[in-house]
């Protein structure tokens, strides 16, 4: 059965042995995010790798809060929080979806039905506000104070406290469609922080419509770009904008809600790379294989998780600008300080007793690796849909997720290696890709040793890399300029006389399939182990 809320989840760990209940008076300034990357990095490089999900029980300043981290944190927990044996399971489902068999006959018609009936329960359903337990406690006006929640810093020299595992909800103002993603957001004060939404983001597309809502002559005057996420020319860009129009603009407001601590399959879709006309919480209803409960907001017109331990509803108003970071990031570097909207707090409604959910990010591996390799197993099938000749997809958590994707192909015509490059290029998120190698099917994109062997053996260099140019994610402090920059593609696949390869290519060494039997079958009496 689904996990209906972060308590059945917490109550899941504990029966399952993978949860730590921390009783000491823990500081949620510095320590727990040491204490979490610690145990994040327990047992590297070995099966157990990721260390327990950690509870604090008795939070210094905050007495009777409790705080999750590091409940994503290994391979089993992943799988665990997701109700599956194997993550490739997912990704068959997935399949199956894509590309279902078309019925011959009235039989295989009748055979459809039931997964047209499960495809169905993947959508979500509103309950009443009564039924909602995210509204056991509601604050309004005065009332509303962040600082009653424990907020995280988590690296010194961090700008301040931020809420790091938010799922962030946002409408399409042209559509309608509700989007949830995941953006860090400071903490300025008990009523307002910051909202890390890139500019490549769906949340800050959605402000960019608002924008071009505005009025015809607002659009033509401002850079909407800079009126809606960080760049180094953002202050300049504003500045340059007549203060009439800014005024008008500043008048404009987008709803947002905030939902903290989450079921853990909603939770990871807030940061799944879903198709464009796909709600999150159809990807959460399918994860589940049950329908979240979303329940009507208190004072902004957006449905939220309606078994959340908190909920933030408020606004950010257009063109309203703040500076946020540093802050301690995913690549093991500082994000440095940049402008990016403000978020204006109108509400606050929560459990009671609740627990609040956080996350550490910094040098691999830590949580976040655990959930980008469920993204890569996952949704490979949405990749060979577009990009039917990938075999198999590996993001190694030390190239954060952006720095490196190594991909093997089927490969059936001269230049299809960079083909394959320029697809990855133009799909979606995969477009901040720094680096990518493209192998053969035969090598195991999962044994890096496999593939530095595979590449510095089958490459020329001059001959088989290629640079370009185009978006790259913001975190890249490297570029030459924010987010724009060089990536790199690799073509360590075998060449062929039609790429213009005319030297004989060797067989790589494999031992006979024979002698490997009758060894396996004496090894060990070898006594060799």
């Known amino acids: 059965m689904a996990y209906n809320d972060l308590r059945d989840w917490i109550n899941e760990l504990h029966k399952a042995g993978e949860l730590r209940r921390i009783a000491v008076e823990v500081d949620p300034v510095l320590e727990m995010a040491e204490i979490a990357d610690r145990a994040a ?12 999900a950690l509870l604090f029980e008795n939070v210094k300043g905050y007495p009777g809060a409790r705080v999750l981290m590091n409940q994503f944190g290994s391979e089993h927990r992943m799988k665990l929080a997701l109700e599956t044996d194997s993550l490739d399971a997912i990704a068959d489902r997935i399949r199956i979806l894509l590309k279902p068999e078309t019925p011959a006959g009235l039989i295989d018609k009748l055979k459809m039905l039931p997964k047209l009936a499960e495809v169905g329960a993947f959508f979500p359903k509103v309950i009443p506000a009564k039924d909602a337990p995210c509204k056991q406690v509601i604050l309004r006006g005065n009332d509303v104070d962040l600082n009653r929640l424990p907020v995280l810093k988590t690296w010194p020299h961090d700008g301040g406290k931020f809420i790091t595992l938010p799922c962030v909800i946002t409408r399409d103002p042209k559509t309608g469609k509700r989007n949830v993603g995941m953006y860090r957001m400071q903490v300025y004060d008990g009523k307002t922080t910051g909202m890390h939404w890139q500019r ?14 505005t009025s015809p002559s607002a659009s033509a005057a401002v850079d909407l770009m800079a009126l809606t996420a960080g760049g180094t020319t953002v202050a300049e860009s504003v500045e340059t904008i007549p203060q009439v129009t800014l005024g008008k603009i500043r008048d404009q407001r987008m709803e947002v809600a905030v939902a903290i601590g989450t079921d853990p399959a909603t939770t990871f879709s807030a940061i799944v790379p879903a198709p464009p006309d796909v709600e999150e919480y159809i990807i959460s209803g399918f994860l589940r294989q049950k329908p979240v409960e979303l329940v009507k907001a208190e004072t902004v017109d957006l449905e939220v998780p309606a078994n959340a331990e908190y909920v933030l509803e408020g606004y950010v108003e257009l063109g309203e600008l703040r500076t946020e970071g540093p802050f301690g990031d995913h690549t093991g570097f500082y994000t440095m300080q940049d402008d990016y909207p403000v978020f204006h707090i109108t509400c606050i409604t929560h459990r009671r ?29 949405l990749m060979q849909l577009t990009l039917p000749e990938i075999r198999d997809v590996n993001l190694p958590a030390e190239g954060v997720f952006h720095n490196l994707m190594i991909v093997s192909i089927r490969k059936s015509y001269a230049g299809q290696a960079r083909k394959v490059m320029n697809g990855i290029w133009a799909m979606g998120q995969a477009m901040f890709t720094k680096c990518i190698i493209v192998v053969d099917e035969d090598c195991d994109v999962q044994d890096l040793a496999e593939v530095v062997l595979r590449t510095t053996n089958n490459i020329d260099p001059e001959r088989d890399i290629q640079f370009t140019l185009g978006p790259v994610d913001s975190l890249d402090h490297a570029s030459r300029l924010p987010n724009y920059g060089s990536k790199m593609g690799i073509d360590a696949t075998r060449k062929w006389k039609a790429e213009g390869f005319e030297r004989p290519w060797p067989q790589m060494l494999e031992m006979d ?13 070898l006594g060799i182990e």
Do not use: C, N, S
């Open 353 to 381: 007793d609740p627990v609040y959910a956080a996350t550490i990010v910094g040098k691999p591996p830590m949580e976040d690796a655990w959930m980008g390799k469920a993204v890569e197993r996952i949704f490979l099938p």
């Open 41 to 52: 990095k327990m047992g590297r490089g070995t099966a157990k790798a990721g260390g327990p």
């Open 513 to 525: 399939p024979a002698v490997k039997a009758r060894v396996d079958a004496i090894w060990k009496r």
């Open 200 to 213: 490549q983001k769906v949340a800050a597309e959605h402000m960019r419509e608002r924008l071009r809502g």
